[in-house]
């Protein structure tokens, strides 16, 4: 297994990590990382910065992340919580969870797609944390996920549930 992680000249030294082999299993990352996949992987891939899956690579996986780019051929579900770009070279197939979608010209995909709003109502904070609605529910009335009420209905804003889904995650 081929995997490098390089320096970013940058102030911040974002790390870059590239993956030029096969690979199978779970790659989760809780720090934010520049991923960029250019072999075959199977399993599932959590991760935070960017993703970019090569044009000459092979994803079988559940993708969960900010932003992903995909230009290879992945098979699998994808949530991106920030914007997923499909370049000329790739081929999805799965469903496609996601605020912001650019299909560049000669894309291939094959699924559903839905779109995410910056905020959301209980029904789909639910399938976002993938929670049934009385949890949700008892959780926001009780103050342990950040919520705001308007009328009978409760309001969640995506950023921060994100951030509180990274903190409990953190937790342990």
Not at 34 to 47: A, C, D, V, Y
Request: charge should be negative; charged fraction near 25%; aromatic fraction near 4%.
């Amino acid at each position: 297994m081929a995997i490098r992680d390089k320096r970013n000249q940058k102030e911040d030294s974002q790390k870059v990590i590239e993956i030029n082999a096969e690979m199978q299993g779970t790659l989760s990352f809780t720090d934010s990382v520049n991923l960029r996949i250019n072999g075959n992987f199977e399993g599932t891939l959590q991760t935070k910065g960017t993703l970019t899956i090569g044009d000459c690579a092979t994803v079988d996986a559940r993708i969960t992340g900010e932003n992903i780019i995909v230009a290879g051929k992945v098979k699998g579900d994808i949530i991106a919580s920030t914007m997923l770009v499909l370049m000329p070279t790739s081929e999805l197939s799965g469903n496609i969870t996601t605020p912001k979608l650019n299909i560049v010209e000669g894309a291939i995909f094959q699924g559903k797609c839905q779109m995410l709003s910056e905020s959301l109502d209980i029904d789909e904070v639910s399938r976002y944390l993938d929670l049934d609605i009385p949890s949700v529910v008892e959780m926001a009335n009780a103050g342990n996920i950040p919520a705001t009420r308007h009328g009978d209905d409760w309001k969640f804003e995506r950023g921060k549930i994100d951030r509180w889904i990274a903190v409990e995650k953190a937790k342990g």
